[in-house]
């Protein structure tokens, strides 16, 4: 039988980047988390409970964002309109405007009416106070709880008798700011989150699917593979899909980046999100919905914005010994004045305003804000990031190893030369051949024999036991002879004399024929290099970041294409299973390594390197050894992607450095270190000051731009 459970996802309104498995306090903010997601397990089937349509990245986490914002923002209008009537009878205001309000009664009133602010205003933090105190993990709620129960409970002794002067104006702004505070924070959490809703947005809700006698709109997420679609002009493409019929441009730059419309014929593949142009097309669809290309990088910076890295451990870490220092400092500043002297009341104002300032409110965000921008801006710049560290790491490095095909040149490479070296052999005859082995292969050279044998009207006969040589080649039987396409190589290990008169120049790639173990010609490719290449490898040389070429290609290719770029150096003829090798002896120099490679044969080697990035992998964003997935193959992507890391975590850096800083100034100024000079912070210019802080955080975050 069947059995079924569930498991609950947990996160945190304020910071979605939180995610655990049972419910507790986010250890950022020390908010309540929220219900995410159900996940019901029931055999082998996964079914995940939303909140909206076909959004999977979206879920509870934006709705229930939505309601926090709107909670707290209604919060702080009840607590304005009710602290000016409290602000009006304090005797503190009204011996600062010079009148006499008071009233029989008018204390009362006054406790009554912050009373409510207290407990309506205050909620959100008394709450938070006891869940972070049942977790054994104060936090900023605990700070901000811990003050204003001193405050309300000190001024409510003042008005049954104490003597002194109450606190409840203090108690009212210092409520009405912090709310005003988490909500403008809360409001910049979705701002930075906003280009990861675009991305959902990009999904259209419904598709026109056509049917054999007429086309019905059906919803987005019910489509299945082989199913077929119409897109009219104008619309979004509804799922990742081959062309069956009509031509278009189609805009994918909110996907890849790239500017420009791109022509799309019968047979062209169309990712989902893209917006058509002028022509009709019809679409065989690929894929269900949650498997789309789309679906992979919404749920890719996702995980990338919940993903911790050492930069936001440090913030953390620093956030919890904020609440430690916070709270040893607002006692020790309570016993030092009143054992001085001071009366009860200026301890007691003292201690809130030092609890107050030191709120690691600023210091939470410094991390999750920048993460939620950079990860979000970059997917739609084409830079997939998958692991938040490698991209944080990405300022580290010293070296590229650039694989060059695809990469640093066109990857398309056409026959240039076919030459015969037996009579029997024509050049029909060697594409023929060549072809034969090659039509299962989808490597680049295959693909322009391939091209040329369709230029040439070939039929291209069936093959026996295939077999490849690694690095060297393939080889099969054909029509009763054995048949080889093998590199230079293989030539050279085997005794195979080169033939006379063999020339290629030195950006030409050449295989030879083989049947029955004797040479029978050769075909001549050649690799356009990309127009943007020497431009990426220059700006990489003014950031002091060595290039390097790394091909199996001949020294003669490799030679001829690193000098024309300028890079450093070029490391040629070098095997799939090499090439890790190669990586490792430049990090045992000391160098910090950044591999590119199309993440298939390349995965030893991106797995090896400080910082992986896999190019030119197109929707296949699953390079499970890339901590970086370039969906275009533009070497310039690969420079905005350094100075973007780099600039990532100068952010990061600029706002633990003010976080902390202003901590470090604030905390004696609300101690009353200056107090014999005359300089006093109140609780509420503290809380001002800490909210300045908090926005401050969220502004620099907001001003990260991917440079192109």
């Known amino acids: 039988m069947e059995h079924q459970h569930d498991t609950a996802k947990y996160t945190c309104p304020m910071h979605p980047q939180v995610v655990q498995d049972k419910p507790g306090n986010c250890p950022i903010c020390g908010m309540t988390l929220v219900l995410a997601e159900t996940t019901t397990h029931q055999g082998t089937a996964t079914m995940h409970h939303h909140q909206h349509g076909a959004n999977p990245a979206m879920g509870h986490e934006g709705h229930n964002h ?52 207290f407990l309506y205003g205050g909620w959100p933090f008394l709450k938070g106070m ?87 709109d059906v919803k987005t997420d019910t489509l299945k593979s082989n199913d077929i679609i119409l897109v009219k002009p104008g619309e979004k493409v509804a799922a990742d899909g081959i062309i069956l019929e009509g031509e278009s441009y189609l805009n994918e730059s909110m996907l890849t980046g790239e500017s420009k419309p791109v022509q799309k014929t019968k047979g062209d593949k169309v990712i989902a999100g893209a917006i058509n142009g002028t022509g009709s097309i019809k679409v065989t669809v690929l894929h269900a919905a949650k498997d789309s290309y789309l679906s992979q990088v919404i749920k ?22 904020l609440t430690i220092i916070a709270l040893i400092s607002g006692i020790a500043t309570f016993l030092y004045w009143y054992l001085t002297g001071q009366p009860l009341a200026f301890a007691m104002e003292r201690m809130v305003t030092v609890i107050v300032i030191c709120c690691p409110h600023a210091l939470g965000l410094v991390v999750p804000l920048v993460v939620a921008k950079s990860t979000a801006l970059s997917a739609k710049n084409g830079l997939l990031i998958k692991n938040r560290t490698a991209f944080e790491n990405s300022r580290k490095i010293t070296t590229i190893v650039f694989d060059k095909t695809g990469t640093l040149t066109v990857g398309k490479f056409e026959v240039s030369k076919i030459v015969s070296v037996k009579p029997a052999f024509t050049e029909n005859e060697i594409i023929r051949l060549s072809a034969a082995l090659e039509q299962n292969s989808e490597h680049p050279i295959a693909t322009g024999i391939l091209q040329k044998a369709k230029d040439f009207s070939i039929l291209i006969p069936a093959t026996e036991g295939f077999n490849a040589i690694t690095g060297k080649g393939v080889e099969a039987n054909i029509e009763t002879k054995k048949v080889m396409v093998v590199s230079p190589g293989y030539l050279k290990e085997n005794n195979l004399p080169i033939p006379p008169g063999f020339s290629a120049n030195e950006i030409e790639t050449v295989v030879f024929l083989v049947v029955n173990n004797e040479l029978a010609g050769y075909i001549a490719l050649s690799d356009e290099i990309r127009a943007e290449s020497a431009g990426a490898i220059e700006t990489l040389k003014q950031n002091k970041i060595k290039s390097i070429l790394l091909t199996g290609d001949n020294n003669k290719v490799a030679k001829a294409v690193s000098e024309k770029l300028g890079m450093e150096s070029f490391i040629a003829e070098v095997l799939p299973h090499q090439k890790l090798e190669k990586i490792k002896e430049l990090q045992n120099k000391g160098e910090f390594v950044a591999m590119t490679g199309d993440g298939v044969n390349d995965a030893p080697a991106l797995a090896q390197a400080n910082v992986g990035i896999a190019v030119g992998s197109g929707s296949d964003i699953a390079a499970e050894t890339a901590g970086i997935v370039l969906v275009n193959s533009n070497p310039k992507d690969i420079v905005n992607l350094v100075l973007f890391g780099k600039a990532t975590y100068r952010k990061m850096i600029q706002n633990l450095i003010w976080a902390t800083g202003y901590n470090v100034v604030a905390l004696p100024l609300a101690a009353g270190i200056l107090y014999r000079q005359g300089v006093l912070l109140s609780p509420a210019a503290g809380t001002v000051l800490m909210t300045v802080s908090t926005i401050v955080v969220a502004i620099n975050a907001s001003m990260l731009k991917v440079k192109k």
């Open 300 to 321: 890719l910076v996702d995980d990338a914005q919940k993903s911790k890295s050492k930069t936001q451990l440090l913030a953390d870490r620093a956030a919890r010994w």
């Open 130 to 216: 006891v869940d972070e105190a049942k977790a054994k993990n104060p936090g900023m709620m605990f700070l901000i709880g811990f003050a204003i129960i001193v405050a309300y409970i000190y001024s409510v002794a003042i008005v049954f008798g104490l003597q002194g002067m109450d606190f409840f104006w203090e108690l009212a702004t210092l409520i009405l700011i912090m709310l005003l505070g988490h909500w403008i924070e809360m409001k910049s959490v979705a701002g930075a989150s906003k280009e990861l809703e675009l991305l959902v947005q990009l999904m259209p809700a419904d598709a026109h699917m056509v049917m054999p006698d007429m086309v019905h």
């Open 66 to 117: 939505g309601k926090m914002i709107e909670d707290f923002r209604k919060r702080f209008y009840v607590v304005l309109l009710l602290t000016i009537p409290i602000m009006l009878l304090s005797t503190m205001i009204q011996h600062f405007m010079g009148v006499n309000w008071q009233f029989p009664g008018s204390q009362y009133i006054l406790l009554t009416l912050s009373t409510v602010v």
